[in-house]
């Protein structure tokens, strides 16, 4: 199950995934609309520079003398191009209208008629759509000599392509920001969990602290407990169980603070304490002072020197110890351990089960266990290892049972 301080994490990461696609998707619609907007207004300007090249010209050939004459215009090429156009009556002076001969797009002469009564009645150049957007008109006016709005020349062009086309760029621009947005999700996605990631190293160091505390702490604290009750049940023997209950008590400090410093390395706040370190007296120490109970525990030890952290060093291999104790024996017999030191390597070899060789692999592994071993204590001593410079490996031996071997580099001279 997550921590709540995970689940918040997780959630922040998909509240900052969600704003910063929503900022990034708010600027690729706005940009694509004024994509489209200006494809738009570029397709119409590209019909109405047509439409007003075919209405000026028209304009230009229309004659004026007892009426209008509209004879010079049927001559023109124009009129046998596309866009259409046509001279229409619109004032008070009537005259036949003419129609140019190509016939581009079919249109209403009924509305074509209303547009050119429009723009001689207003005396404004005229753009609009027809045919439900099927064509593009413009009309412009036609003056007399004596400057009177008598006509006006319209034009009409097919703009069903430029509809077309624009329409593809609408489909293009909306799939491409649909892949945009799904690509920056992602990359917000990223992003969020890259900038989560100090915050989220920082929570799991805090629970393996946690969790290393509860492990290291478990069986002090059951030996001191019992030293206590045994204490308050024979009063005559409290002057022998007082200084193992002192001892036992700062042995739980240092544990707490190796934890501590554990913590404070992991996070990058301070340095390993490395001095000259005598590997078989802090061995043979370490045994003296952690308790048996029945089981048998033995030391071959040769005059060894290393580069280490003592009180880290110490912890990797009270678990290495405490583990040989607790899970390397077999039933209903005591753990038999014995301890080798030699050329900077401390073998902790037992008599228990040995480990499944399948799980070697994940022996040192947090929270995992093989064979009966704590994953969380050999995790522990192979971080240790790892930060001198050493290596922690297991094997099981012939005869039956569990072999630990740490290896650190050895301090010559």
């Known amino acids: 199950m997550k921590s709540v301080s995970a689940e918040r994490l997780r959630r922040l990461r998909v509240l900052l995934t969600l704003l910063f696609t929503t900022l990034n998707a708010a600027g690729l619609i706005l940009l694509a609309w004024l994509v489209v907007q200006s494809d738009s207004a570029y397709g119409e300007q590209l019909l109405d520079g047509e439409l007003n090249r075919v209405t000026s010209t028209s304009a230009r050939l229309v004659q004026y003398g007892d009426g209008i004459v509209t004879d010079y215009i049927g001559k023109d090429v124009l009129s046998d191009q596309c866009p259409q156009f046509a001279v229409l009556p619109g004032g008070a002076t009537p005259f036949s209208p003419y129609y140019s001969a190509r016939n581009c797009v079919e249109v209403d002469r009924a509305v074509l008629d209303q547009l050119a009564t429009q723009t001689v009645t207003t005396n404004r150049v005229l753009h609009t759509y027809v045919n439900d957007g099927d064509a593009r008109v413009r009309t412009e006016a036609l003056r007399n000599e004596s400057g009177q709005n008598i006509g ?73 407990r019992a030293l206590a009750e045994t204490a308050l049940r024979h009063p005559d023997q409290r002057a022998e169980l007082l200084p193992r209950t002192v001892r036992l008590a700062g042995r739980m400090g240092g544990i707490i603070d190796g934890l501590l410093v554990r913590a404070r390395l992991a996070a990058g706040v301070e340095q390993l304490a490395i001095q000259p370190v005598w590997l078989d007296q802090l061995v043979t120490a370490l045994v003296e002072e952690t308790p048996h109970e ?113 290896a650190l580099p050895v301090l010559r001279g």
């Open 152 to 224: 006006a020349v319209v034009a009409w062009s097919d703009a069903r392509q430029v509809a077309a086309d624009h329409q593809q760029l609408v489909l293009s621009v909306a799939g491409g920001c649909l892949v945009l947005v799904a690509a920056v999700a992602l990359a917000g996605h990223a992003l969020a969990g890259r900038a989560l990631r100090p915050a989220a190293a920082a929570l799991e160091q805090q629970e393996v602290l946690l969790a290393e505390t509860a492990h290291d702490l478990r069986t002090p604290v059951a030996a001191l």
């Open 294 to 406: 029945g089981a048998r525990v033995t030391v071959t030890a040769a005059a060894t020197k290393v580069s280490a952290d003592p009180a880290l060093l110490q912890r990797a291999i009270g678990n290495l110890l405490d583990n040989a104790l607790r899970y390397g024996k077999q039933p209903d017999q005591p753990a038999i351990v014995h301890i080798t030191v030699a050329g900077g390597r401390v073998t902790v070899a037992d008599h228990g089960p040995g480990i499944d060789a399948s799980l070697t692999d994940d022996a040192f592994d947090r929270f995992s266990s093989g064979g009966g071993s704590s994953g969380l204590g050999l995790a522990i001593v192979s971080w240790v290892a790892q930060s001198h410079g050493g290596t922690l490996t297991v094997y099981n031996a012939e005869e039956g049972g569990a072999i630990f071997e740490l």
